[in-house]
C-alpha cells in the first residue's frame, strides 16, 4: 500500500521553479531515502510535501490530497517533518521541546507516554531534559529534532540532511534508532540525504534527484550495486 | 531614616506599576520579538472604558473585570486586525505602525473623553497603613501586580498554549511544523499584554489621575524597567520595574530633583543598552557551533 503519492509536481521560490515534474510514491511502513547534489531539489520536495511552498500537481497523503493545506494542518493529518538545521527552540529545555512536539496530543498520559518513548530510543536526552536545548552537542540536537518529529505520533516521518555537521560515529548511531522507530513503531520514513552511502546502507528504497526532476528509483540494494549509477550521480 | 525609608516604599508602589508595563512589554517582545510602543496608550484608553463603566454605575471590582477582558479581546483583535497584515514586514514598518497607535489612541481618548483631569476610584480604603508608610492603595497596587506576574508565570510554565507561545516565538517555522498556529498565538500575546496594561492603567490612575497622556511617562519607565531586567525575561522585568521605581524616587529626593527624573531613567536605557544589552537577568541564548 502507498501511504504517499506524488504525480506531476512543480515547486517554484518566486519565478524560479526547482521541481519539474516529479512522480514520487511512498510504500506504507518504508524507509526512502532521497539522493542528489546540492541544489538538485531534496528538501524543495519535502517543504513541498508539508505546505511550505505552493505548488503544482498533486500530493495524496493516505488517501487525500494535501495540496493547498497549511503546514500546521498537514501536520494533523500525520506527517511530521524535521527541518534541515534541526529547527530546535533553543531556549527551551529538552523536555519542553518535546512538550512542544507533542503540541497536538490532548492526553496527558498520551503525551507521557510519547515522551517517554522518546527517550527510550535516545536516553541520552532523558539525562539531559531539564537543560537548555541550546546547550547540547550537535548530534544530541538531531536526536532531539527526530524524537521531537516522532512525539506527535506521525504516519510518516520526513527527515532533512539529518547528518549535516555531525561525527560518522554519531551519525551511523542515528541511522541505527531511525531504523528501530520505522519497524517498531511502524512509521515510514522518508530521508534527505547526502551521504549516500550509509542512506543507502538502511534505507529500502532509494531517488536519485537532478536539478528538480527524479532520474532513478529503486530498492536500495540496485542503486548501491550499480557502479555506473554511483560514479555519475553519488559521486563515490 | 525614615524619610528614606519613605521614599523606598514609596519607590516600590510605583515600581509595581513599571513592572506590569514592563511584563507587558516583554509579553509581546516574546512572542514578536518586537516593541510595543503603543502598550502604554492602549492601557490608558482601557483605564477610560473601566471609568465610564464605574461612571456609568457599574461597581469597581465587575467594571475591573470587565475592563481586563474587553482589553484583551481588543489587544488581540488589533493584532488580527492592523498588524497580522505586517507579520513578515520589516521592524521599522511594525515601529511605525506601533507610533500610530499610540497617537491614534491618545487622540481617541481625547476626543470621547476630554483632555479634562478625572479622578480614578481606588478599590481599595483609603488610608495609611505601616506608621503612615504607604497608603493602602500602593500595597494593594503591588498585591495586584504580583497575583499578575504569578498567574502569567504559571501560564506560560505550565500549560501546553503558553509553551506553544513561547515556541513560536522562537522558532515559527519549527512551531508550525509541529501543528502550533503560529498567528493564534500572537494574537493571544497582545491580548494578554493589553491585558496588563488595563490593570497597570487602573493601578496607576488612582495615583497620577486619569488624562490621555498619564501613561507616557509610565511607559518610560517601563521600558527601562524591562531593559534593566532583561527584555526576553518576565521575572527580570518586574524586578527591573521595581529597580527603576525605586531609582527614580530615591534619585529624585536626593540627587537630582525632581525636573530630571524621566532624563536619568532615559540615561539608564542607553547605558543597559550599552554596557549590558542582556539586562541583569537576561536569558542569553547558549548555541554551540
Redesign the interface.
Known sequence: MKVLSIKGLEAWYGRTKVLHGLDVHLDEGGFTAVLGANGAGKTTLLRAI?G?VTVKGDIEFAGKSLVGVA??DI??RGI????VGR??????TVE?NL???A??LRNKADIAAAIERAYSYFPRLRERRMQ?A?????GEQQMLAIS?GIV?RPRLLLLDEPSVGLAPLIVEEIFEIMKQIRTVDGVSILVVEQNATLALKVADHAFVMETGRLVLSGTAAEIANDDGIRRSYLGY | MEALLQQVVAGLATGGIYASIALALVMIYQSTHQINFAQGEMGMFATYIAWALIHWGMPYWPAFFLTVVIAFLGGAFLQRTVLRPLENASHLANIVVFVGLMITFNSLAGLLFTYTIKTFPSPFPNRLIFDGLLSFHQLGAIVVTGTVLLLLFAFFKYTPVGLAIRAGAQNPLSARLVGIRVSHMLALGWGLAAAIGAIAGMMVAPIVFLEPNMMSGILLYGFAGALIGGIDNPWGAVAGGFIIGVLENLLGAYVIGTELKLTATLMIIIAVLLFKPAGLFGQRIVKRV
Do not use: C, K, M, N
Request: no cysteine.
Open positions: 508539508s511550505l503546514p500546521e501536520v494533523r511530521a517533518h524535521v527541518p529547527g530546535t527552540f533553543l531556549a527551551l519542553e512538550r512542544a512536539g503540541y497536538l537548555q541550546g546547550t547540547l552537542s550537535g521531537r506527535s
